[in-house]
């Protein structure tokens, strides 16, 4: 999965925030979110326990990025959603896209949380 960037820390990276993008298997849509606990959250979304995305279910995590404050993911996940349907969306979705801009990070092999 690819990762959008990514910080180098010593904390532990489940505990991070993080910005993450989920996609529809049902109807396609995107949805761009924040979270210390990535794992609970998708769990979240295809329990439809959130309203905005109960009726996309299930839903895949598409990529997500890693920081070390709050603040900072609430201005990333700010950022991403002004890009939605346009090409730096694209990029972020699409991993082979963003080669050139260095915005995205290779594939992630971690573990999830």
Same mark, same amino acid.
């Given at each position: 999965?690819?990762?959008?960037?990514?910080? @180098?820390?010593? &904390?532990?990276?489940? $505990?991070?925030?993080?910005?993450?993008?989920?996609?529809?298997? *049902?109807?396609?849509?995107? +949805?761009?979110?924040?979270?210390?606990?990535?794992?609970?959250?998708?769990?979240?979304?295809?329990?439809?326990?959130?309203?905005?995305?109960?009726?996309?279910?299930?839903? @895949?995590?598409? &990529?997500?990025?890693? $920081?070390?404050?709050?603040?900072?993911?609430?201005?990333?996940? *700010?950022?991403?959603?002004? +890009?939605?349907?346009?090409?730096?969306?694209?990029?972020?979705?699409?991993?082979?896209?963003?080669?050139?801009?260095?915005?995205?990070?290779?594939?992630?092999?971690?573990?999830?949380?």
């Amino acid at each position: 999965m690819p990762r959008l960037g990514g910080v @180098k820390s010593k &904390a532990t990276p489940c $505990f991070m925030h993080k910005v993450y993008i989920i996609q529809s298997q *049902k109807n396609n849509r995107y +949805y761009i979110g924040c979270t210390n606990n990535l794992k609970t959250r998708l769990e979240q979304h295809n329990k439809r326990q959130n309203y905005s995305t109960q009726n996309g279910i299930p839903w @895949k995590l598409i &990529a997500f990025k890693d $920081f070390e404050n709050q603040q900072e993911a609430y201005d990333y996940e *700010k950022k991403v959603k002004s +890009y939605k349907g346009g090409n730096a969306f694209k990029k972020l979705v699409h991993p082979a896209m963003t080669e050139q801009d260095g915005d995205v990070a290779e594939r992630s092999k971690a573990a999830p949380c």
